[in-house]
């Protein structure tokens, strides 16, 4: 089941600006990730962001997460035609099971 | 690596026919989940599977759906008899003994019911 919910559910923006992206959930986790979803393709996985950090950066992303607004938000900075894609948040509770959000889909018009 | 692997990338069949899609997971990894996603419901977990296990198979709809994995390095998921219904792309991932590195999924099935 989808327990996550990402905001916005679409975003259209130029190439070269910021996207951000935000996932709220609901109990506490162990660990947030975020994918990326290709039209067709299966989705990868992008950051894992664990429970007591508050900010993780990857190449041009950059992952907060607010453990007591249980809200997290995903930054890509200078966005590239080829960040078109949708995004997920998945919560990690400690067991086996990822609770997804419904995505986000990010459009970058050239 | 090649990743996970899964046969066929598409698949049309007629309503009542049997399905099974078929999926290799990365070697090493110890746990494999099977996935149906489509517009209406996002992404559902079928069946997860620990050291070739089935762990949790509360996610599969019905009888129709049965998963197998005989070893570590294969797993089925079977649909009989088919229903239009049951037109998504189906996803397999594998993740190592926590998901703390993330899953990583397939390129899908994408079933189509007729």
């Known amino acids: 089941s989808q327990q996550g919910e990402e905001d916005p559910q679409a975003l259209s923006i130029q190439e070269g600006e910021n996207a951000t992206m935000n996932c709220s959930y609901k109990?506490?986790?162990?660990?947030l990730q975020w994918y990326r979803q290709n039209s067709g393709r299966g989705l990868v996985h992008l950051i894992l962001?664990?429970?007591n950090e508050r900010e993780k950066h990857s190449g041009r992303l950059r992952v907060t997460l607010d453990t007591s607004k249980k809200s997290s938000s995903l930054l890509i900075t200078a966005s590239r035609a080829a960040d078109t894609a949708s995004y997920f948040c998945a919560t990690d509770r400690g067991n086996y099971q990822l609770i997804w959000g419904a995505g986000t889909k990010l459009i970058i018009k050239p | 690596d090649a990743g996970v692997i899964q046969s066929p990338r598409h698949e049309v069949t007629e309503m009542g026919q049997e399905v099974t899609l078929r999926c290799k997971p990365i070697?090493?990894?110890?746990?494999l989940f099977w996935y149906r996603q489509t517009m209406m419901r996002g992404l559902e977990l079928l069946i997860y599977f620990n050291n070739n296990v089935p762990i949790d198979d509360s996610g599969m709809p019905e009888d129709r759906f049965s998963a197998k994995m005989p070893n570590a390095s294969f797993s089925t998921l079977k649909i009989q008899p088919s229903e239009p219904r049951d037109s998504a792309v189906y996803f397999c991932a594998s993740s190592g003994d926590r998901s703390d590195y993330g899953y990583t999924f397939g390129s899908g099935t994408r079933l189509t019911v007729v």
């Open positions: 109990t506490s986790i162990n660990n």
């Open positions: 962001i664990r429970s």
């Open positions: 070697s090493g990894h110890n746990s």
